[in-house]
């Protein structure tokens, strides 16, 4: 395809809007409990939200959810008045006539919709994720390709490594030791952004180095 029309093409696509959402006890729902629809359902999980899956039939990952009783499942087809009182729905199914049959009442009832493997009926797209505690580091190509996202992934986790995550509990414990300390706004901001800055992340490694040598002994 000549470069022209790339270019034409990425000014008439619009910007996905960046956000992390809160999923706590937020009703979400899973069409279909395939190999597809299990990374999608544990990641929810891990948000923590209320999941319900309708499908047929389930791998025994999503079985044995369902026994732990982690999530809801209902062994039947998708029905439209399961959209009900939900926040999201991510529709993993091998049929694309569901997919769509999900997403066109999704759309009709205000209900942002994921198709798996299916950028035209997405409302949002799961990035690939770097996560290390509370930093979290989120990839999109807005569904161009995933394999770049992928990529990119496998790079930030080499460059932010598993130390971020104790950093950044120290940095939120160092950010509210200041609250009450006799310093001015000013004051304060210069010093948090001190210690997040990479000389900061040294000098907490130095510590932190110390500190797990010293427990080991």
Not at 196 to 206: E, K, M, P, T
Request: aromatic share 8%; glycine share 4%.
């Amino acid at each position: 395809m000549p470069i022209h029309k790339l270019a034409a093409m990425s000014l008439n696509d619009p910007s996905l809007f960046p956000m992390f959402v809160k999923l706590a006890q937020r009703r979400c729902l899973v069409v279909g409990a395939t190999t597809l629809a299990s990374p999608k359902i544990e990641s929810l999980l891990e948000a923590r939200a209320e999941v319900l899956v309708v499908a047929p039939c389930a791998t025994p990952q999503v079985e044995q959810w369902a026994l732990e009783q982690k999530i809801r499942w209902e062994a039947r087809a998708f029905e439209a008045v399961d959209l009900s009182g939900v926040f999201l729905v991510v529709a993993a199914t091998s049929s694309t006539s569901t997919n769509q049959a999900v997403y066109d009442e999704a759309r009709a009832r205000g209900v942002l919709c994921n198709a798996v493997d299916d950028p035209k009926h997405c409302d949002f797209y799961y990035p690939a994720v770097v996560r290390r505690g509370r930093l979290q580091i989120a990839i999109s190509t807005a569904g161009a390709s995933p394999a770049l996202a992928q990529r990119l992934r496998h790079q930030l986790e080499q460059q932010f490594g598993p130390e971020y995550e104790a950093w950044l509990d120290w940095l939120q414990e160092y950010r509210n030791s200041l609250s009450g300390a006799p310093a001015s706004p000013a004051q304060r901001r210069a010093l948090l952004h001190h210690m997040a800055s990479q000389r900061g992340l040294d000098d907490f490694l130095h510590c932190w180095k110390i500190a797990q040598h010293g427990a080991l002994q």
